[in-house]
């Protein structure tokens, strides 16, 4: 409904407080929705998926963000496409949301042809004269970051992408993601705006009270604390946990696997961090008992105690463990819906009930992302009564909220909101 009292976006922009959530009418307001689609979905690098979902020549997968739909593909010279689904005469979808198959991309309205790589092969009824160079369907810009498939859909793609590139080659290539396999994937529609997807998944003080399966090898004291609220006995045990920490680092990093922190959450166009996290109890993979789910390791590891890798951007976080990795993408559906779409990646040869186990693979993230979506409802709900009002946010275990919030306020300006 059109309401004609409605302060103007930018209003709203000036009216976010440092420190503090943002006010209503970010997370419910549907002009918002649309900025933010415009924004941080059309303009700057999104994750979209992987390599290793299109292994074969032929292999595809359709992802829709809004209005836009684009293909994901495996050309016939083995290379990655990224398509638009637009057909080049009257605009039909050609595929539908998912994976598939294809030997040629066939529109189904009047059957203009595509080859893989995009080129219109066959234009029936269009005359001998018909010139079919110029009618390939639009290449989509995108960069393969170990394995992760980002696009850009801007015309103007924010070149801080390189930073991450070169901080992540280095550290993704021991995972090898390109020759692992998605051994599960679910997708969860969250009943609440992105952002308070994406605030969730910045903080771990939630963690303890709502994640009970998590919490066995997440070491949530990595995501901050407040060392004032502790008793002596805790502060102690928290002290010992960062003096290991960074011995910890210091010895992986001396075998050569990068694991300080960096981040660029700030003053940037693409937002990431990525730090080598330990895991708690045994020490090997995000899993009920903390021990690896897979035996097959992923790529060239030969470690299960190489921590968990651990990266965020602002559509996606992502987890590289020894034997297994979870990665997941988020796209805003509406104002308040969001799809969360999470994959477990194995080695492509390891062999499910031989290799791994699938509920042991998949149990911990499945709770947490159902226990996160219940949280992020419950959120979107709160947001959405006239009683909310933008709450501080700890400036322990909430740093990485303010700095997305900032950064989304900056980048909104920044596109001219
Ligand atoms: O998956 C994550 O990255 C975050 C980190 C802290 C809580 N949450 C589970
Ligand atoms: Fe695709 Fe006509 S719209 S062939
Ligand atoms: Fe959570």
């Given at each position: 409904m059109l309401n004609r009292f409605a302060s103007p976006l930018s209003s709203l922009l000036d009216a976010r407080a440092d420190g503090h959530s943002l006010p209503a009418g970010l997370y419910t307001r549907d002009d918002v929705f649309e900025a933010d689609l415009d924004v941080f979905f059309m303009r700057h690098w999104i994750y979209v998926g992987l390599e290793c979902e299109v292994p074969e020549a032929g292999d595809a997968v359709v992802i829709d963000i809004g209005k836009i739909s684009v293909i994901l593909l495996r050309d016939d010279e083995n290379e990655i496409r990224v398509v638009r689904?637009?057909?080049?005469?009257?605009?039909?979808?050609i595929l539908d949301a998912g994976p598939t198959v294809v030997s040629k991309l066939v529109c189904p309205y009047h059957q203009w042809t595509y080859e893989l790589d995009g080129a219109l092969s066959y234009a029936p009824h269009m005359g001998k004269d018909f010139d079919k160079s110029c009618r390939s369907l639009k290449p989509v810009q995108f960069k393969s970051i170990g394995g992760l498939i980002y696009i850009c859909l801007a015309d103007e793609a924010p070149k801080d992408i390189e930073t991450l590139d070169e901080v992540m080659r280095e550290r993704l290539a021991p995972y090898d993601l390109r020759n692992a396999k998605v051994a599960h994937q679910v997708d969860v529609i969250e009943e609440g705006n992105w952002k308070l997807t994406m605030e969730n998944n910045r903080e771990c003080y939630h963690c303890s009270a709502n994640h009970p399966e998590l919490c066995v090898s997440f070491v949530d004291l990595d995501f901050g604390f407040d060392p004032e609220s502790l008793s002596a006995e805790d502060r102690e045990q928290a002290e010992a946990h960062f003096a290991m920490y960074a011995e910890r680092t210091k010895a992986w990093e001396a075998d050569g696997f990068p694991s300080a922190t960096v981040e660029q959450v700030r003053d940037c166009e693409t937002n990431f961090r990525t730090q080598r996290l330990i895991i708690a109890g045994a020490g090997e993979s995000q899993t009920e008992d903390a021990t690896a789910a897979s035996s097959k390791l992923l790529g060239k590891m030969t470690r299960k105690d190489l921590g968990d890798t651990h990266l965020w951007g602002h559509n996606s976080w992502n987890h590289f463990m020894g034997d297994h990795a979870v990665t997941a993408m988020v796209i805003p559906l509406s104002a308040d819906k969001t799809l969360v779409r999470t994959k477990w990646l194995v080695h492509k040869d390891a062999v499910e009930g031989v290799d791994y186990d699938l509920h042991k693979l998949t149990h911990v993230w499945i709770e947490t992302t159902n226990q996160d979506a219940d949280l992020v409802a419950r959120s979107q709900a709160g947001v959405s009564d006239p009683a909310y009002e933008p709450g501080p946010y700890s400036?322990?275990?909430?740093r990485a909220l303010d700095d997305f919030a900032t950064w989304y306020i900056d980048r909104m300006r920044a596109h001219g909101y």
């Open positions: 689904n637009v057909c080049r005469h009257r605009g039909a979808r400036r322990f275990s909430e």
